[in-house]
């Protein structure tokens, strides 16, 4: 009875796993009459549909979705400077040495004349160890052989900015506009009165490096403090401490540099910057009379400090007027713009840091404004300030 009961369940089973199994079709060759010639037009259509057949996924529609894109927001145009680091870099670099009550007015140094020259330093240099006024450019090389008398220097520290205004507007009048809105102080009379500390204006250099302008004033407030403590603070708020020379920096170990707010590697760079002034490697008296291609060629080799911000520190520490840096985003932003391009729809061809001219089209256009290429980047800083559109059709 069992055994009749078990055959029946083997033999429901196996049936029910038979019909369930689709058959097998049978193979091209083994076909017959019209059920083979079927499979052979089939195989040829498909055959000729190849080339324009449809991915299987699509065709079965099981395509995955794709993730739908962001849409961005369409830029907007404003007025606004364009984002560099050379505003605060400027500050920073052309600050006088701070050694002098801040609320006394009469503490800076009247205007002075004396010659002046595109190509040299034109700033009021210091010592960097003793604060002493080395010297300024004085036309030495103006001397005629033949008399042995100073030739009358035209160019003066009261004139060299009305020389190269004239000489910008001679060459493209349409500067004029910018000009006018944008005053630049890097040159007057004034400025080049001020006494600049080089070992200062490259320190400060370099803690301004890769921080905003507020970090980088803290910094240094903290820097400078390390070497000129005080409890007194109304001292505090209306004395500004003497900048340490660099023989002070030299003997002060890293990790108290450091304290200041300095990461390891800018504490390396200012205390390497002061060994190379305090051996006379570099001194105030070099890059009093040094060419701008000897600055570059010894500023360059001190580490820390690359083209840029040797540049940066020629124009606004030295008051060099032949200065014009191609690798600054902001004059690369601000010349696309003067020769009438839209800058919002530039992007960089081939990448790296020409993003919106190239260096050869850069150095092209701006050859016609030397010896006063200093004065021409100032105001390609400047002219995002101002209707482009107006400037070009003026």
Same mark, same amino acid.
């Given at each position: 009875?069992?055994?009749?009961?078990?055959? !029946?369940?083997?033999?429901?089973?196996?049936?029910?796993?038979?019909?369930?199994?689709?058959?097998?079709?049978?193979?091209?060759?083994?076909?017959?009459?019209?059920?083979?010639?079927?499979?052979?037009?089939?195989?040829?259509?498909?055959?000729?549909?190849?080339?324009?057949?449809?991915?299987?996924?699509?065709?079965?529609?099981?395509? +995955?979705?794709?993730?739908?894109?962001?849409?961005?927001?369409?830029?907007?145009?404003?007025?606004?400077?364009?984002?560099?680091?050379?505003?605060?870099?400027?500050?920073?670099?052309?600050?006088?040495?701070?050694?002098?009550?801040?609320?006394?007015?009469?503490?800076?140094?009247?205007?002075?004349?004396?010659?002046?020259?595109?190509?040299?330093?034109?700033?009021?240099?210091?010592?960097?160890?003793?604060?002493?006024?080395?010297?300024?450019?004085?036309?030495?090389?103006?001397? !005629?052989?033949?008399?042995?008398?100073?030739?009358?220097?035209?160019?003066?520290?009261?004139?060299? @900015?009305?020389?190269?205004?004239?000489?910008?507007?001679?060459?493209?009048?349409?500067?004029?506009?910018?000009?006018?809105?944008?005053?630049?102080?890097?040159?007057?009379?004034?400025?080049?009165?001020?006494?600049?500390?080089?070992?200062?204006?490259?320190?400060?250099?370099?803690?301004?490096?890769?921080?905003?302008?507020?970090?980088?004033?803290?910094?240094?407030?903290?820097?400078?403090?390390?070497?000129?403590?005080?409890?007194?603070?109304?001292?505090?708020?209306?004395?500004?401490?003497?900048?340490?020379?660099?023989?002070?920096?030299?003997?002060?170990?890293? +990790?108290?540099?450091?304290?200041?707010?300095?990461?390891?590697?800018?504490?390396?760079?200012?205390?390497?910057?002061?060994?190379?002034?305090?051996?006379?490697?570099?001194?105030?008296?070099?890059?009093?009379? +040094?060419?701008?291609?000897?600055?570059?060629?010894?500023?360059?080799?001190?580490?820390?400090?690359?083209?840029?911000?040797?540049?940066?520190?020629?124009?606004?520490?030295?008051?060099?007027?032949?200065?014009?840096?191609?690798?600054?985003?902001?004059?690369?932003?601000?010349?696309?713009?003067?020769?009438?391009?839209?800058?919002?729809?530039?992007?960089?061809?081939?990448?790296?840091?020409?993003?919106?001219?190239?260096?050869?089209?850069?150095?092209?256009?701006? +050859?016609?404004?030397?010896?006063?290429?200093? @004065?021409?980047?100032?105001?390609?800083?400047?002219?995002?300030?101002?209707?482009?559109?107006?400037?070009?059709?003026?």
């Amino acid at each position: 009875m069992i055994q009749n009961i078990w055959r !029946s369940m083997r033999g429901q089973a196996k049936n029910s796993v038979t019909n369930n199994i689709a058959p097998l079709s049978k193979p091209d060759d083994e076909k017959d009459g019209p059920e083979r010639q079927n499979a052979v037009n089939g195989k040829k259509r498909r055959k000729e549909d190849s080339s324009e057949e449809e991915p299987l996924e699509e065709a079965a529609g099981l395509t +995955a979705p794709a993730t739908p894109k962001r849409r961005r927001k369409a830029a907007t145009l404003t007025t606004a400077s364009p984002i560099t680091p050379t505003p605060t870099v400027a500050g920073i670099v052309s600050s006088p040495r701070t050694h002098r009550d801040i609320h006394d007015v009469t503490s800076s140094p009247p205007p002075a004349k004396r010659p002046a020259e595109p190509h040299h330093t034109n700033a009021t240099l210091i010592s960097p160890e003793t604060s002493r006024i080395v010297a300024y450019w004085d036309g030495d090389h103006d001397l !005629s052989p033949s008399k042995g008398k100073r030739k009358h220097a035209k160019t003066t520290t009261l004139n060299i @900015l009305d020389e190269a205004v004239a000489h910008l507007l001679k060459v493209d009048p349409k500067l004029k506009t910018v000009i006018d809105q944008h005053p630049c102080r890097i040159f007057t009379p004034e400025a080049l009165a001020e006494e600049i500390d080089p070992f200062q204006s490259l320190a400060s250099g370099i803690i301004g490096q890769q921080v905003s302008g507020a970090a980088a004033k803290a910094i240094k407030n903290r820097f400078v403090a390390l070497f000129s403590p005080s409890d007194n603070t109304e001292d505090e708020e209306r004395l500004v401490h003497a900048f340490p020379t660099p023989s002070q920096v030299v003997k002060m170990d890293i +990790a108290t540099l450091r304290t200041a707010g300095l990461s390891q590697r800018k504490a390396e760079y200012i205390k390497g910057l002061a060994e190379k002034f305090a051996s006379k490697e570099l001194s105030a008296e070099l890059l009093l009379r +040094a060419s701008d291609e000897e600055v570059m060629e010894k500023l360059i080799a001190v580490r820390g400090l690359g083209r840029w911000s040797v540049e940066m520190f020629a124009c606004f520490g030295l008051k060099r007027m032949d200065v014009f840096s191609t690798g600054d985003l902001g004059v690369q932003r601000g010349m696309a713009a003067y020769m009438g391009k839209d800058v919002s729809k530039l992007k960089a061809k081939g990448g790296g840091k020409w993003k919106y001219m190239s260096e050869k089209e850069m150095l092209e256009h701006s +050859a016609k404004f030397a010896p006063y290429r200093s @004065l021409f980047m100032w105001y390609m800083w400047r002219i995002e300030n101002v209707d482009v559109a107006a400037l070009q059709n003026s």
